[in-house]
């Protein structure tokens, strides 16, 4: 089955900092990736889609000159949480699809961020 | 919209028992899919299954079972002869262009 990377697996940063998520496709080309965000103990919250070479779409609440999405190609997608705070300590999951692969979503393994 | 209720937060059952998670959702899409995923401690979402809109056909795989209804807007999923190593929570999870989870379900099963 096709994989998907995330990187780092875990992150400590300091309140004010800014931290980058990393997101790839390791054996295909993803025509979308999706970045969620998960609070302990609840369900995974759809943060932003964003398509390779144009501006990521995001959902209704979700700051976007606080999370930075680039999508510079079809295998990496990059999340930035800029001036971190403790409330924005999660789990950020990421997940691609790939047209050729008939749109199936295939899941990163996450990246936990704990601001302190 | 489109919506997905687990109604069930949290399920303990002991070791060997039949267990049946419940998933009903909401679209106005005609065709449209439906998935189950695991998601043990570690937080790695493991895939289950995913049902198109068109196949109401349950399906078995060893222990896993589903049951699509769609007059009754249900994707339910049964697990038979539980075991310690299925504790983890399970998202029943509704796509159209995109992916939208349910709250999850904690299932405990105890030895």
């Known amino acids: 089955g096709a994989v998907v990377s995330q990187h780092p697996s875990w992150v400590i940063c300091k309140s004010g900092t800014s931290v980058k998520i990393e997101c790839r496709s390791l054996d295909f080309q993803a025509t979308t990736m999706f970045w969620y965000r998960q609070f302990p103990k609840q369900s995974l919250m759809l943060m932003a889609t964003?398509?390779?070479?144009?501006?990521?779409?995001?959902e209704q609440g979700v700051e976007k000159d606080k999370f930075l999405i680039n999508h510079a190609s079809l295998t990496l997608s990059t999340l930035t949480v800029t001036s971190a705070h403790p409330e924005d300590s999660s789990f950020y999951i990421c997940?691609?699809?790939?047209?050729?692969?008939?749109?199936?979503?295939?899941f990163g393994p996450g990246t936990r961020l704990t601001v302190t | 919209a489109q919506k997905v209720t687990q109604a069930q937060t949290e399920i303990s059952v002991v070791e060997k028992e039949d267990v049946t998670l419940d998933c009903v959702y909401e679209?106005?899409?005609?065709?449209?899919?439906l998935f189950w995923y695991k998601q043990p401690p570690s937080g790695e979402l493991v895939f289950l299954i995913r049902?198109?809109?068109?196949?109401?056909q349950n399906e078995i795989s060893g222990r896993y079972s589903w049951n699509f209804q769609k007059s009754t807007s249900s994707f339910n999923f049964t697990i038979t002869a539980s075991q310690v190593v299925d504790s983890a929570v399970y998202f029943c999870?509704?796509?159209?262009?995109?992916?939208?989870f349910g709250k999850g379900t904690r299932l405990h099963i105890l030895p």
């Open positions: 049902r198109n809109s068109f196949d109401e």
């Open positions: 964003s398509n390779e070479g144009s501006k990521a779409t995001y």
């Open positions: 997940s691609a699809i790939s047209r050729d692969r008939g749109y199936e979503q295939y």
């Open positions: 999870a509704l796509s159209g262009d995109k992916i939208i």
């Open positions: 679209t106005r899409d005609t065709t449209y899919y």
